[in-house]
């Protein structure tokens, strides 16, 4: 099946610094990605909508120049948290839509503030 | 708004038992509905997913149907296996394909030989 590569798998950074994540489409082109968020104990929810070549839509509540997000080509798009703070610290994954409509999912990314 | 009731867990079987995995949802109109599973240290996974009411998804022995009067997507198999460990989460997308997904929070499951 398709594949969906996230990178990096576990990150830990100090708090006022940044962080990028990457997610990438491997074997097939990807107009739409998403960005979810999942706390410990609690659901995935959705942060944004990214399309290749226009701005992302960010969900309610989520603060656009916090969580930059970037879809440069349709393999890849990018999320990066800025000034990254303790209570930034979550579960991030990507999904990747192919032209079928099924979305495939990253392995997630660990992000951890101290 | 759309949200996703799922039953809580860690679910500890035994091999060959049955499993049931309760998921509830509320929506507005005729959502879309999907279990995804999450093998450890691997991204999620559709697992399957009902377009419509009365719809029956299948794939790899697991089945849920989508019942709308109970407003339920239920996730079932008869006899569960090792390799069937794995976190499960019910999710619906009101715009029906895979936008937009509202998870449920997720549930554990460990199968012991």
């Known amino acids: 099946g398709a594949v969906v590569s996230q990178h990096p798998s576990r990150v830990i950074c100090k708090s006022g610094t940044s962080v990028k994540i990457e997610c990438r489409s491997l074997?097939?082109?990807?107009?739409?990605m998403f960005w979810y968020r999942q706390f410990p104990k609690q659901s995935l929810m959705l942060m944004a909508t990214?399309?290749?070549?226009?701005?992302?839509?960010?969900e309610q509540g989520v603060e656009k120049d916090k969580f930059l997000i970037n879809h440069a080509s349709l393999t890849l798009s990018t999320l990066t948290v800025t000034s990254a703070h303790p209570e930034d610290s979550s579960f991030y994954i990507c999904?990747?839509?192919?032209?079928?409509?099924?979305?495939?999912f990253g392995q997630g990314t660990r992000l951890t503030v101290v | 708004g759309n949200s996703v009731t799922q039953m809580e867990g860690p679910v500890t079987l035994s091999e060959e038992a049955f499993l049931t995995i309760n998921c509830t949802y509320t929506?507005?109109?005729?959502?879309?509905l999907f279990w995804y599973v999450q093998y450890p240290g691997e991204g999620l996974q559709l697992l399957l997913k009902?377009?419509?009411?009365?719809d029956k998804g299948s794939n790899k022995g697991f089945e849920a149907t989508y019942r709308k009067e109970t407003t339920s997507f239920h996730l079932e198999k008869g006899s569960v296996q090792v390799s069937d460990s794995a976190v499960y989460f019910c999710?619906?997308?009101?715009?029906?394909?895979?936008?937009?997904?509202?998870f449920g929070k997720g549930t554990k499951l460990t199968v012991n030989p």
């Open positions: 999904s990747a839509r192919a032209t079928t409509g099924v979305a495939f």
């Open positions: 074997d097939f082109q990807a107009t739409t």
């Open positions: 990214s399309n290749e070549g226009s701005k992302a839509t960010y």
């Open positions: 929506a507005t109109g005729y959502p879309s």
């Open positions: 009902a377009t419509k009411a009365d």
């Open positions: 999710a619906l997308s009101a715009q029906g394909g895979s936008e937009k997904l509202v």
